[in-house]
């Protein structure tokens, strides 16, 4: 099968970079020359317009910031839609707005084209070894015809429903790793004034009921001091709000998501909209004028599991 993939960020040039290592005909597309170059060294074809990868590939990917950016994509002069034809597929592997990816799925219907929204999960780290989860709403039919692709993407593949049902779920998600890493910021100061040890704090936290992905992952960097992440404040603030939206169209109270959203607010205008998610935590560091900082912790998180086949959990 033919590829073409269009947006190589921080999660879309490590799920590209799977597929080349695995000899897929990978046709990608950038605004940054840089890793178009890059990639051109690694073995994959340069496309000039998201036309052109709708023209020339049987699956068109997208791994793109926002909602906005995405219609551009499909729908503008050059886009997506003016290089379909019968049978093309187009999997959006954005985190992204569900009414959205319905909206556009009817586009490409009308075209006698099938849609798949299918955001990941995991981390950065894990999207360059294929060990990322993904979710994939849309019709099972289309699901299984490219699930040798997703499984070399990723490795725990939920088929989830209907379109748009991936992409709520990825918000949900989200919501709940941004509302993780908050309160390791709360507890871990705690446990600093309480003069314990952090590393001892990591550990025991690790070991507890109150574990995470999240204390696992994002608190060794926290500890390191370099927070870095690959995941940016905008980018939270954009996925809270879409589960802010949810929660307020099925007219569920919730009172969790309205607070995130002020304090990642706050922590973007202080830190900047691009800086690292888990700078959140400078906030109440820099409240305590205390860091929160532990040694033999990583600069930067590397997936240390053994590389392997993804599969559909049922």
């Not at 034809?85 to 909206?103: A, Q």
């Not at 995941?231 to 879409?242: A, E, G, H, Q, Y």
Request: charged share 25%; aromatic share 6%.
């Amino acid at each position: 099968m033919k590829v073409g993939f269009i947006g190589l960020g921080n999660v879309g040039s490590k799920l590209a970079n799977t597929l080349l290592k695995k000899d897929v005909d990978l046709t990608v597309l950038d605004k940054n020359k840089e890793i178009l170059d890059k990639f051109k060294k690694l073995g994959a074809k340069i496309s000039k317009t998201p036309k052109d990868i709708a023209k020339n590939n049987e699956l068109i990917i997208t791994c793109l910031p926002s909602p906005k950016i995405t219609s551009e994509v499909i729908e503008s002069k050059n886009g997506i839609i003016e290089g379909l034809s019968k049978g093309k597929i187009w999997l959006e592997m954005s985190t992204t707005d569900s009414s959205e990816v319905i909206r556009l799925g009817k586009i490409f219907e009308s075209l006698e084209c099938s849609s798949l929204d299918a955001p990941v999960s995991g981390g950065c780290h894990r999207a360059a070894t294929g060990n990322i989860s993904i979710f994939v709403g849309g019709n099972k039919d289309i699901f299984n015809s490219i699930l040798p692709i997703l499984s070399i993407m990723g490795k725990d593949i939920i088929y989830t429903g209907k379109l748009g049902s991936a992409s709520i779920l990825k918000v949900i998600t989200n919501f709940l790793a941004s509302t993780h890493l908050v309160a390791l910021g709360e507890a871990l100061m705690v446990a600093k004034k309480s003069n314990i040890d952090l590393d001892v704090a990591y550990k025991a936290i690790k070991s507890s009921s109150g574990n995470s992905f999240v204390h696992e992952t994002e608190s060794q960097v926290i500890l390191n001091g370099s927070y870095k992440i690959d995941f940016t404040m905008d980018l939270v603030l954009k996925d809270i709000n879409l589960f802010n939206e949810l929660s307020k169209l099925y007219n569920i109270p919730t009172e969790i998501s309205s607070l995130l959203i002020k304090i990642f607010n706050e922590g973007s205008l202080k830190y900047g909209k691009r800086a690292w998610s888990s700078m959140i935590v400078k906030r109440i560091e820099d409240h305590c004028n205390v860091d929160l900082r532990a040694k033999g912790y990583p600069a930067e998180l590397i997936d240390k599991e053994i590389e392997s086949q993804g599969i559909q959990i049922k």
